[in-house]
């Protein structure tokens, strides 16, 4: 069991399969049970190519339904874009291939940014591929931003992650100079696991590395915090990072990357390309710019519009089918 989320499942009334025997007999148990289960819901490419002749085998065979996160070749490509790093050139079409091969596979394909489902539609077009918001979130929960009890800069990222080891690394040598050199004062507080010696060896007056946090200790820095940053160069998928700036109720400076697969994100953050102008976004924040501090009066209305519960609902009833007993978190 991984706790606390096994418990945590268990509470909810979630069978949790767990353990080496669990593991050595999972064949047997899919077929023994096939009969009672409707839908299999599988996470991730090299997670779903290790059950799919297992799951092929079932008999009677459940709907199954597949959830890639991001698109983990177009991730590689647009790393070897940055880097030139000929072995991302060879992930990605390692992964195209092995992504292409679990599609076809499956009667569902859900990735959370539009962007990534049609390119799905485009290179797979007998895939039937649709968008699903990656969080759920309520807008009853943001909580007030008053901007003179707020200092410093925020970024969150857990670093097992390249694309976060490049941004912090490329934040903290082109972009924040140019912060520090207006506002002096300022700190960058860096949250996230794992964090290797590249970013270790960033920290500095101006910059505090903090490693990972538990959820009430983060919670406590998005409080503190008058601007988040999500300086990403590369990557694929909607960012779990933007979304939780959104609904901890702090302004968001990123790139196109960051926001990426977000309708209408200009409506709701500050989105900058180059190393200058993102440097004087947060500038502009850190000296209480009404025009940028505006953005946070259309967090709930964009809260509630694309990543609600009742959106949310609708897809998985239209997909997994209508629920038979009336459920809690429907």
Known sequence: PHQPYTQQLQSMGVEVLVGEKMARNCATWLKENAQYIDAVYLHRPHIAEDFLSLLKDMNPRPKLIYFGHDLHFLREEREYAVTGDDTHRVAAEDWKQR??????NFDKIYYPSQVEVDLVAEIAPEVDASAIPLYLMES?????????????????????????????????????????????NIKLN?????????????????????GYLTDDELAEQYRRTRVVAVPLRFGAGVKGKVLEALQRGVPLVTTGIGAEGL????????????????????????????????????????????????????????????????????
């Open 263 to 330: 309708p209408e994100s200009d409506v709701v953050m500050n989105v900058k390309e180059t190393a200058a102008d993102f440097a004087q976004e947060l500038i502009e924040i850190d000296r209480g710019c009404s025009a940028r501090l505006r953005k946070l009066d259309h967090y709930s209305a964009y809260i509630d519009r694309y990543f609600s519960k009742s959106r949310a609902s609708e897809i998985l009833c239209r997909d997994f089918g209508e629920p038979t007993i009336e459920r809690e978190w429907l």
């Open 140 to 184: 009853s929960e943001i909580e007030p931003y008053i901007w003179q009890d707020r200092a410093d800069i925020l970024f969150v990222g857990g670093f097992n992650h390249s694309p976060n080891v490049d941004a912090i690394c490329w934040f903290v040598e082109e972009i924040l100079p140019l912060v520090v050199a207006a506002c002096p």
């Open 190 to 210: 860096v949250v996230g696991s794992k964090a290797p010696a590249s970013v270790q060896s960033l920290a500095s007056k101006h910059v505090i590395i903090h």
């Open 99 to 104: 992504e292409l091969a679990v599609f076809k």
